[in-house]
């Protein structure tokens, strides 16, 4: 079995900066990602809320990161996590081929997923005209017809600040009722630029290069939707069911954690989109794992072998 003192979970920004961070303190550290390090990151056209660049491919911000963490020494291993099991004061990794890793403390920056509509033409266009996240992507909507999908606290919120951006919003909800608080609901119906779309489903994406338009069913009447941009809020996935042992989580299932990213279970700590916060960015999940790494690295020397 494979001995570690850090054993971070999930290669986006906040796991490499984890791994950079806790390599530097002079702790054995091992990264599993599934995939390919970089996250969420790799998904992303272009960045242009990251300080210290105006505009960056997603791809290209990722292997930066990732150079950097294994210049300075963290191993990376790509695999997929299948459970995080307690034996006593150790925490051991079980992965999908089959290796298990004992670590002292281990680091979850696992993040998640955004739900998705599941329809034609949503994977084509991602990055291309379909996003997930209004903060990243807005500014590069500016003057465009931007449609929302969702109807609760998120899809309104988003839509609220779409409206800086958009020449038009509309926000499409399957019911006739939203459930995000009223008083969100009715600040954005009285914006002039936004039109409700309620008892309407979008049934396909479509465009050239970009996205052009929408096919919608609307009180059951396909229709024609013209938008240059759809934002999808419908939910998200957090990536936490990995733990054998009990842990708390918050009602949609994100990591509780204290300031410093210490979780319920002693020697588990979670950073990034992961853990229940009031935003997620790359800025947040770097922060995240800056001081996730400073405390693994005090958990760890506080340990008794």
């Known amino acids: 079995m494979n001995e570690y003192d850090v054993v971070i979970v999930g290669g986006g920004p ?49 292997a930066r990161m990732e150079k950097q963490a294994r210049k300075m020494g963290l191993q990376i291993h ?22 298990e890793f004992r670590t002292k403390a281990v680091i979850v920056t ?10 034609p033409g949503e994977e084509e266009f991602e990055g291309r005209g379909v996003y997930f996240c209004a903060v990243c992507d807005g500014p590069s909507c500016e003057g465009q017809v931007i449609a929302v999908v969702g109807g609760g606290d998120a899809a309104v919120e988003e839509s609220l600040y779409l409206t800086s951006y958009a020449s038009k919003l509309y926000l499409i909800h399957r019911r006739a009722g939203f459930r995000a608080q009223p008083a969100l609901v009715e600040r954005l119906r009285k914006d002039p630029k936004v039109e409700m779309l309620l008892n309407t489903t979008v049934q396909a994406i479509r465009g050239g290069s970009e996205v052009e338009y929408l096919e919608i069913l609307r009180d059951g009447e396909p229709q024609r939707l013209e938008v240059g941009a759809l934002f999808v809020f419908i939910g998200f996935l957090p990536n936490t069911g990995l733990f054998e042992d009990p842990i708390e989580r918050d009602e949609q299932g994100y990591l509780l954690t204290n300031c410093h990213m210490e979780t319920s279970a002693p020697g588990v700590f979670a950073a990034g989109d992961v853990r229940a916060q009031l935003t997620r960015q790359i800025t947040t999940a770097v922060g995240d794992g800056t001081t996730a790494a400073m405390a693994a690295w005090h958990y760890v020397e506080g340990l008794a072998d």
Not at 84 to 92: L, S
Not at 110 to 119: D, F, S
């Open 14 to 62: 906040a796991g490499l900066t984890a791994g950079l961070y806790s390599i530097r303190a002079k702790l054995a550290t091992l990264l599993i990602e599934r995939e390919w390090p970089g996250g969420q990151m790799l998904r992303t056209d272009r960045i242009e809320d990251y300080p210290g660049f105006e505009s960056v491919a997603g791809a290209e911000l990722s």
């Open 78 to 99: 790509l695999d997929a996590v299948e459970n995080i099991r307690t034996v006593g004061n150790r925490k051991v990794v079980l992965t999908e081929s089959g290796k």
């Open 110 to 119: 696992a993040g998640g997923r955004p739900r998705k509509l599941q329809v």
